[in-house]
């Protein structure tokens, strides 16, 4: 297994440039999240999806959408980037829907800066 | 609003000591306190986690103390090593959301 693999590594955008950051994972899991991480603040949830077709808001959601219509993939989508959206992107997934009841497993990142 | 504190920001340890790492929390209604680390250019990785029914969980030389009544829970590492060195996230959950504290960054001199 691959595990959850996220593509780009690592990614420069310019200011309202739109892309987007890919999530998969091989493991069968129903629940896949998206973090960012910055200096000092932890990681921060934006989204999450408890299944395929089903997806709802984080702590920190605005200028990023989600999809989910499959169960290996979540990609988030940044439509205008800006500089505040500069940071390190984290996605996960779990085996059931409650978090609180499974190991998070984390993909390697994908750094991204906006000029 | 911080629903998850956590202290120290940063931690120096001598190889062979004791790394404290605290988290308060305040919401009554999260039922699971997990403990990530994180190695530079990686992705977090669960290290051990407990529920609130439960005052200590010990793996190995990682050990969680829980305290209910004070909403405060801390990991502790015995016999810190060099390869302990990494960033420590607390969290706590219920249901569908996983929230973190800020990390202790820990250094451990060899």
């Known amino acids: 297994n691959a595990g959850v693999t996220q593509t780009p590594k690592f990614q420069v955008l310019k200011t309202g440039q739109s892309m987007t950051l890919q999530c998969a994972q091989d493991m069968n899991h129903e629940y896949m999240s998206w973090y960012r991480q910055d200096p000092g603040m932890g990681l921060r949830l934006i989204h999450y999806s408890v299944g395929a077709g089903i997806t709802d808001q984080g702590e920190v959601p605005n200028g990023y959408n989600v999809s989910r219509s499959t169960t290996e993939d979540f990609p988030l989508r940044l439509l205008s980037a800006a500089p505040s959206q500069t940071s390190v992107y984290f996605c996960?997934?779990?085996?059931?829907?409650?978090?609180?009841?499974?190991?998070?497993?984390f993909g390697p990142g994908t750094r991204l800066t906006v000029l | 609003q911080q629903q998850v504190k956590q202290s120290p920001q940063s931690l120096i340890v001598q190889k062979g000591g004791i790394s404290i790492i605290n988290c308060a929390y305040e919401n009554t209604a999260f039922d699971y306190f997990p403990w990530y680390q994180q190695f530079p250019g990686k992705g977090p990785a669960l290290l051990i986690a407990?529920?609130?029914?439960?005052s200590e969980k010990k793996e190995g030389r990682f050990t969680i103390s829980f305290n209910k009544s004070a909403k405060q829970f801390s990991l502790h590492i015995m016999d810190s090593q060099p390869g302990d060195s990494a960033t420590y996230f607390c969290a706590a959950s219920r249901s569908e959301k996983l929230v973190f504290g800020k990390g202790t960054k820990l250094t451990v001199n060899p």
């Open positions: 996960a997934s779990s085996y059931a829907q409650l978090v609180s009841a499974n190991e998070q497993f």
């Open positions: 407990i529920r609130p029914d439960v």
